[in-house]
Every structure is written in structure tokens, then in C-alpha cells.
């Protein structure tokens, strides 16, 4: 099999991830405490995934300058394309009394998604990048992505489908994200073979910023709502988790 291939299959799976979320969410009925304790413990394992796997790594092999660049970019793109969403009426926070309307609900269905997407395909890049040199895929990699992009797609399909999206609408952005991941990490194999490692830092730091971000502005507040003294409890817990695997990988 070539390496492009194995890369795309690899990127292909964790996208694929996205979709199993999505498909719970739309064909069980998961209560909204639950998705809010997942969304809380998936937002823990992204946190500790950014930090281990991409941060920490993309400081040591590309510096300090590449990673905070591309850190503080991922951060700011995400922010910007959730400022656009909120002009657009999908403001997705609201106050804790107040009852969710269908824009609401669908633009933090949306948000989620396009942190997905912000953080999906840089993080796909790396996972072709890995495979360089006859180097194999992290487990403890791809098990990070999985455990966290499950309840990604758990929660922004819970809101999707409560504001009334269709399936076609629902399932075609997840189904892009996952392709998407799958093209990001074989295009990163084959285009990025031989690059400099402060070209990959900034990519890996990219997917970080985006996470985080998304994290802070989407995911915590989210769950807060919900499950309210259990978030911190739950992000913990992910974040315990995401961290034992990184080490035992």
C-alpha cells in the first residue's frame, strides 16, 4: 500500500470518528445532560491532546517563534469564522435562563463544526507527516483523536437536529469533514515530505489554537449550561484520560 494511501486511510479514520458522533446523536434520542457531560469530557481530552500531541511536540521540533505563530492563528481564524457566524444570527451562547431558540441551537451545532474542521485538517496533516521516514501513526495519537472528535460530533448534531437541520444538511458537513481529513493527511504525506520542522510546528500549532479556542468559546460554556457542577469533574476526567493514554502510548 502506499504511504499517501495509508495516510488518507489514517486521516479518513479520524474524521470518520465525527460521523460516528453524528450518527448517535441522530438516531438515539441522548438526553441534553448527557451530551453536555460528554461534550464537557470531550473538551477535556482536547485539551490535553493540544497541549501533548501538538503544542509540546511542535515546540520541540520547529521552536518557540513557529509554534506561538501558528498557536495565535489557529486561535484568531476560528474566532473570526465564529464572529461571522453570531452576524449571521447563530449566536450560539445564551443565558442560562433563557430558553434556546433554533438559531442559537444551530449555531452552536455550527461553531462545533467549524472548529472541527479548523482543527481536523491541520491535525490530519500531522498524521500523514508521521508517517515520513517509515514512521507509523501514534497510537496514543489516534486514540486521542478519536475519544475527543466522537463527542464533537455527539454534541453539534444534538444541536443541529434540535433547531430542525435536515439529515442531508447534517450528515453532508460531517461526511465533508471526514473526507476532508482523509485528503489533509494524504496531501500532508505527500506534500510536506521533507519540509522544515518549523513548517510542520505551524501546522501543528495551528490545530491547537483552534482547538482551545473552540474549547473556551463553544464547548465549555455549552456544557456548563447543562451539566453545571459536573463540568469541571468531567473535563477532568478527559483530560486525565486523553493524558494517561498519551503516556502509556
Keep these: ?3 499517501w494511501v495509508e495516510a488518507g486511510l489514517w486521516g479518513l479514520a479520524g474524521g470518520g470518528a465525527l460521523v460516528v458522533g453524528a450518527l448517535v446523536a441522530w438516531f438515539v434520542r441522548v438526553p441534553r445532560d448527557v451530551v453536555a457531560v460528554v461534550m464537557a469530557f470531550g473538551a477535556g481530552v482536547l485539551m490535553a491532546a493540544a497541549a501533548f500531541e501538538l503544542v509540546d511536540e511542535a515546540e520541540q521540533t520547529g521552536g518557540l517563534l513557529a509554534t506561538a505563530a501558528g498557536f495565535c492563528g489557529g ?3 476560528y474566532v473570526a469564522a465564529n464572529v461571522v457566524l453570531a452576524r449571521y444570527g447563530a449566536r450560539h451562547r445564551k443565558r442560562a435562563a433563557d430558553q434556546p431558540s433554533e438559531a442559537q441551537q444551530a449555531g452552536s451545532g455550527t461553531a462545533i463544526a467549524v472548529g472541527a474542521l479548523l482543527d481536523g485538517v491541520p491535525e490530519s496533516v500531522v498524521l500523514g507527516v508521521s508517517l515520513l521516514g517509515g514512521g507509523g501513526v501514534g497510537v496514543a495519537m489516534v486514540v486521542a483523536v478519536v475519544i475527543s472528535n466522537v463527542p464533537e460530533g455527539l454534541s453539534s448534531v444534538a444541536g443541529m437536529k434540535q433547531a430542525g437541520r435536515g439529515p ?3 450528515f453532508g458537513v460531517w461526511g465533508a469533514i471526514a473526507v476532508a481529513s482523509a485528503v489533509s493527511a494524504a496531501l500532508g ?3 510536506l515530505d521533507g519540509a522544515s520542522p518549523q513548517v510542520v510546528a505551524v501546522i501543528s500549532a495551528t490545530a491547537a489554537g483552534a482547538i482551545l479556542a473552540m474549547i473556551a468559546d463553544t ?3 455549552e456544557a456548563y ?3 453545571r457542577l459536573y463540568t469541571g469533574l468531567c473535563t477532568t476526567a478527559g483530560f486525565l484520560t486523553a493524558f494517561v493514554v498519551e503516556r502509556l502510548g
Excluded: H, S
Aim: charged residues 10%; glycine residues 6%.
Design 219 to 221: 464547548m465549555i460554556p
Design 189 to 191: 504525506n505527500v506534500l
Design 75 to 77: 486561535a484568531v481564524v
Design 1 to 3: 500500500m502506499a504511504q
Design 225 to 227: 449550561e447543562r451539566a
Design 168 to 170: 442531508g444538511y447534517v
